[in-house]
Every structure is written in C-alpha cells, then in structure tokens.
C-alpha cells in the first residue's frame, strides 16, 4: 500500500499500485509525485520500478530552451495594450465620434497598466506602451474636446449672426 502527496499538498492513500496506474494515466499524477511506501521515506514515482511502463506511457512535455541568466521572461501588461488602442483610438476614429470616451477608457487603462508595471517590473512589461497610450489618450481628449468647443462656438456664432439679420 502506498500513499502519495498530490498536487495540493494533501496526503493521499493508503492506495494500491493498480490505483496509483490510474492516477497515472488519468493525469493526476506524475513521476515527480512523491509517494511512500507503508511509512518508508518519501520519493517520487519515477524511482519506484514498478511504475515504469505507466509513466513511460505518458507523453512528455516539450522541453523547453534554457532562458538566459539575468533576463527573466516578462509578458505584456493587457492594460497597457487596451490602454494604447483606446489611445489610437481617441486620436482617428475619436475625431469623428467618441473621442472623450476613447480618450477617458484610455487614460484609465494607462494609468492603471502603469501602477500595475511599477508593482512588479520583473513580471510585466509594455510601460512604453502605456505611456503612449496615455500620452495618445490625453492628446484625443484634447482635440475632441477643442472641436466641441469649436462647433459650439460656430454654432453659436451663426445664431447670433442670423438673429441679427431678423431685427
């Protein structure tokens, strides 16, 4: 009879050999899963031999490429990219319609990609991104706003020509 240590830490068993084959197979354990046998010391399955053809059965993972020392992998802030869209889009299509909402949805997501970049700067990257976007938002925010004054004016410019004109 064994036991086994799952991935969530719990010990598991006493089970049979043919229970742990499931588990196997099944996906639920692996040779790295340390198992002990009726109180001896702990090890992982690939040391017990009678395990073998179960997790020779399994397909292995692709091995994967050495990462450079000193050049920890980093993804992409989301924030940062919905940040710098919103900012693109506060600057074209914002123009037309839209504009202090594209520019408003895109300063939030800078903002927020840049206080999340800060956070942990060894995990996340895109701060040059959320900068533009922030940069491409606030600069939106300010046309669209200066073309509804500007329409504003026009138009209030025309009605006081044209009431003019009655009198």
């Given amino acids: 009879m064994y036991k086994i240590i799952g991935a969530d830490q719990k010990e598991y068993g006493p089970v049979t050999v043919d229970e742990i084959r499931n588990w196997i197979l099944e996906g639920r354990a692996n040779g790295q899963t340390l198992a002990s046998v009726e109180g001896g010391p702990w090890k992982a399955l690939s040391t017990f031999p009678e395990f073998a053809q179960a997790l ?20 992409s802030n989301g924030m940062a990219v919905a940040g710098l869209i919103m900012g693109l889009l506060s600057v074209t299509v914002g123009l037309l319609c839209c504009g202090p909402l594209f520019g408003i949805l895109g300063i939030l997501f800078s903002a927020i990609a840049i206080s999340q970049i800060k956070r942990n700067p060894l ?30 004016f026009w138009k209030h410019l025309i009605e006081t020509i044209q009431s003019r004109n009655r009198l």
């Fill in 56 to 75: 020779s059965a399994l397909p292995q993972p692709p091995s994967m490429a050495p990462v450079a020392a000193g050049s920890p992998r980093r993804d």
């Fill in 123 to 152: 995990q996340q990257s895109s701060r040059g991104m959320a900068i533009s976007g922030l940069i491409l938002s606030a600069l939106g925010m300010i046309i669209s706003l200066f073309i509804l004054l500007a329409f504003g």
